[in-house]
């Protein structure tokens, strides 16, 4: 068995750790040392971005990275997107309301996803957010209603 290394990172705003190989990928950190399971995997290859993640802010394949990168790093999951009592963020709120996800497999690697664009840009064209989520595949919704999710998300938190 390979030595294991403790890893410290703050998941969600919250100081998080465990011991990993370092071998060990990032998602499955997450979703088996740390039950964070809304971080789906697919391909295991960095090519349909359902293991998608923010790290330090950035979107970033967690099938495709070692839970050692991230060492010291802020992780924002899915999960981190909820308030308090679990109240839906704007953005989920526009994804159930608009009907952006149907199966919603790809849906947490696609919301990560958003959440960076919008926090880039908070009022993007229908454009840019077609070629931000160009990396995730999804099977069921032929994407339309993706992407008028997250531009009804956009004009939500904008308050328009």
């Not at 060990?24 to 979703?31: G, H, K, N």
Request: overall charge negative; glycine content about 10%; hydrophobic content about 40%.
């Amino acid at each position: 068995m390979a030595k294991r290394v403790r890893v410290r990172l703050r998941v969600n705003g919250v100081e998080r750790e465990g011991e990993a190989e370092p071998r060990r990928l990032l998602a499955d950190f997450l979703r088996e040392d740390l039950g964070l399971t809304g971080t789906h995997l697919a391909c295991e290859h960095g090519v349909c971005g359902a293991c998608t993640v923010l790290l330090d802010g950035a979107s970033v394949r967690s099938c495709l990275l070692f839970a050692v990168q991230a060492q010291g790093a802020e992780v924002e999951t899915v999960e981190g997107l909820a308030g308090p009592e679990g109240a839906l963020s704007p953005l989920q709120e526009a994804f159930r309301e608009s009907y952006g996800l149907q199966c919603g497999f790809c849906t947490p690697g696609i919301l990560m996803s958003a959440v960076e664009l919008l926090r880039e840009n908070p009022n993007p064209s229908e454009e840019e957010v077609r070629l931000r989520l160009a990396g995730h595949l999804c099977r069921c919704t032929g994407y339309q209603p993706i992407i008028e999710s997250i531009l009804a998300a956009a004009r939500k938190m904008a308050g328009s």
